[in-house]
């Protein structure tokens, strides 16, 4: 093997817990193992990436990886972690969502690849979908009991809640459907270990035990510890919710931002899990970052590493001439070469005020620009006193009271820039 894959997962901590003997056995030669993905959106958001890297790095190790979209258990609804119900998906919208997550996956695991250990994408719904309930309840459901599954820590939390409307019967079933999935690929594809959160312990040994009672084998489990913040809010969520991979949803910008803007003791822990670099590496940095902590050198690397990892170079690339649009030197071609949504995203929360194009056709004076048609400041009086304090700036470029915007000002052919001091923006938009 290239690498002991335990090992590994150890020092990072990304390991919480693994069945006896799970090392032994991944040491004894290329093995294959699986991450549940739940295919509800089209798109990961950074919740999922621990179990993604988790594959990476074993397919890293030489084994072979399978990530599993659940387009059969995403049409139930894991009771794991949730105090509700899911909606339930069509099989269009699987399909769809399967298709755009193994675009994401491919970023970091390798599918192309002529060696033995390649990764492979499968979904459930192939295999479950043909499956009568009569058949199912006869030849997986009887192999394990209701005691059993009851026992399961994902089961009492929900029955023990005060949520009125209880669990279905449907979410109930749910640990034998996943269980099932891993008897499938332990038997189809020698599939011995499947890996996942630590709240998904008690689906994947009902896997093992299926996999020792029908299967007359050994299965494996795995587990990484679930993701939190140093401060106690949720990882990965933000106001305007979670932080997804694809750029339509987050922009790269916002992306770049969210792990720029972790703590200290957040960052040391995340550039473990969520880069590959390696220890001698991050012991440097660590290092060099409590030397001298106000240079955020572990914030910095992180966010470069994990940017270029999920969008492009080219994409954290302008998310640093972004950010320094903000808190760095800056020029007006800076702010024009920035795309629509990005610069919506610098500037978010600036106040916004609409204009006409003809209000710009013959020059609008900075005067009425900035009091009488973008309301940015009281009165004509403070507009003037504030350009002889040479205080404004249209663009990121100081101007006096004799400066006119015109569309040659225009960003994205619609926005114009307006600051006074340092810190006070305002966005004049062009309809």
Same mark, same amino acid.
């Given at each position: 093997m290239k690498m002991n894959f335990v090992e590994e997962l150890t020092w990072r901590g990304m390991l919480h817990d693994a069945m006896p003997g799970t090392e032994e056995h991944l040491m004894s030669g290329m093995q294959s193992?699986?991450?549940?993905?739940?295919?509800?959106? $089209? *798109? &990961?958001?950074? +919740?999922?990436?621990?179990?993604?890297?988790?594959?990476?790095?074993?397919?890293?190790?030489?084994?072979?990886?399978?990530a599993l979209v659940g387009g059969a258990t995403g049409m139930i609804g894991d009771p794991s972690g949730k105090s509700a119900e899911r909606n339930l998906l069509d099989e269009k919208t699987l399909r769809h969502n399967q298709e755009a997550i193994k675009s994401q996956l491919s970023r970091f695991l $390798?599918? @192309?690849?002529?060696?033995?250990?390649?990764?492979v994408l499968v979904n459930n719904y192939d295999w479950m979908k043909n499956f009568s309930f009569l058949e199912f309840i006869r030849d997986v459901g009887k192999h394990i009991t209701v005691?059993?599954?009851?026992?399961? !820590?994902?089961?009492?939390?929900?029955l023990s809640s005060e949520a009125k409307e209880g669990m279905s019967f449907t979410e109930f079933t749910y640990q034998l459907v996943q269980g099932y999935d891993f008897l499938h690929l332990y038997k189809e594809k020698n599939c011995t270990l499947q890996m996942g959160g630590s709240d998904q312990w008690g689906n994947i040994t009902t896997g093992t035990e299926l996999i020792r009672r029908i299967g007359g084998g050994k299965g494996y489990a795995l587990t990484c510890p679930l993701i939190t913040k140093? !401060? +106690?809010?949720?990882? +990965?969520?933000? @106001? +305007?919710?979670?932080?997804?991979?694809?750029?339509?949803?987050? *922009?790269?910008?916002k992306f770049y931002q969210y792990w720029l803007n972790t703590s200290d003791e957040d960052?040391?822990?995340?550039?473990?899990?969520?880069?590959?670099?390696?220890?001698?590496?991050? @012991?440097?940095?660590? @290092? %060099?970052?409590?030397?001298?902590?106000? &240079?955020?050198? /572990?914030?910095?690397? /992180?966010?470069? %590493?994990?940017?270029?990892?999920?969008?492009?170079?080219? !994409?954290?690339?302008?998310?640093?001439?972004?950010?320094?649009i903000l808190f760095g030197k800056s020029t007006s071609e800076d702010l024009k070469a920035l795309n629509e949504q990005t610069f919506l995203d610098v500037f978010d929360g600036v106040p916004l005020t609409e204009i006409s194009k003809s209000d710009i056709e013959n020059g609008l004076d900075m005067v009425a620009a900035l009091a009488e048609k973008g309301n940015f400041l009281k009165s004509n009086g403070e507009a003037r006193r504030a350009l002889k304090?040479?205080?404004?700036?249209?663009?990121? %470029?100081?101007?006096? %009271? $004799?400066?006119?915007?015109?569309?040659?000002?225009?960003?994205n052919e619609k926005f114009v820039l307006l600051q006074r001091g340092k810190k006070n923006y305002f966005i004049l938009r062009v309809v």
């Open positions: 193992a699986y991450v549940g993905i739940d295919p509800t959106a $089209d *798109s &990961l958001h950074i +919740g999922h990436l621990v179990s993604v890297m988790m594959l990476r790095h074993f397919q890293l190790a030489g084994h072979k990886p399978y $390798d599918f @192309e690849s002529n060696e033995a250990n390649a990764a005691n059993y599954m009851m026992a399961k !820590d994902s089961v009492k939390k929900r140093a !401060d +106690g809010t949720k990882f +990965g969520k933000t @106001e +305007g919710g979670n932080v997804w991979l694809d750029a339509n949803r987050t *922009s790269p910008y960052a040391e822990k995340y550039i473990k899990i969520f880069t590959f670099l390696t220890k001698e590496t991050i @012991e440097t940095l660590v @290092e %060099e970052h409590k030397e001298a902590p106000h &240079l955020r050198t /572990l914030q910095k690397r /992180l966010a470069e %590493e994990i940017t270029t990892m999920v969008h492009s170079k080219e !994409d954290l690339e302008n998310a640093i001439k972004a950010s320094n304090e040479n205080s404004i700036s249209v663009n990121k %470029e100081k101007v006096k %009271e $004799d400066y006119a915007i015109t569309s040659s000002d225009l960003i």
